[in-house]
């Protein structure tokens, strides 16, 4: 469970105005970003950092739809990449944590973003990944799963 932390603020007191007090005291709770999140955050700049060092050029990271997230996209000369970006102990449970649910996830929000961006429809596309695991450089799979037709 996130630890919670507790922050006060003052404020002055709108409800009353003619009350006496000057300020009242509210409390409100605000949860610390889990560790997995940002490990997560962490993996994915480095995935990125390693993709521009293979010349891609990083055109969104993050990016949210109403079918699913894509962690990286990136493109390199006529070739889009859409990248799901793993970090678990191990490369092999890495690249067992893209589910064919996720996989359809991805596909939906990869349709979602050209149409957003329609200048891409006519590159070649994959759909890749990159798996990072402490103590091993990160693996990074052009064409890791292909949507079903």
């Not at 994915?44 to 990271?61: H, M, N, T, V, W």
């Not at 490369?91 to 990869?110: K, L, S």
């Not at 429809?121 to 990160?138: E, G, N």
Request: charged share 25%; glycine share 6%; net charge positive.
């Amino acid at each position: 469970m996130g630890q919670l932390m507790l922050e006060v603020e003052e404020s002055t007191n709108a409800v009353n105005p003619g009350n006496n007090q000057s300020s009242a005291l509210r409390t409100r709770k605000r949860r610390k970003a889990p560790s997995s999140y940002l490990k997560g955050i962490d993996a994915e700049a480095i995935a990125a950092q390693i993709l521009q060092r293979k010349g891609f050029r990083l055109l969104d990271r993050r990016y949210r739809t109403a079918a699913g997230e894509l962690d990286l996209v990136v493109a390199d000369g006529q070739s889009l990449a859409f990248v799901e970006v793993k970090r678990r102990t191990s490369h092999a449970t890495a690249g067992e944590a893209i589910t064919v649910r996720q996989q359809i996830r991805m596909t939906g929000a990869a349709e979602i973003w050209l149409q957003e961006h329609p200048e891409y429809a006519d590159r070649d596309i994959t759909f890749d990944a990159v798996l990072i695991c402490p103590r091993s450089a990160p693996q990074h799979i052009p064409d890791a799963f292909r949507p079903a037709a």
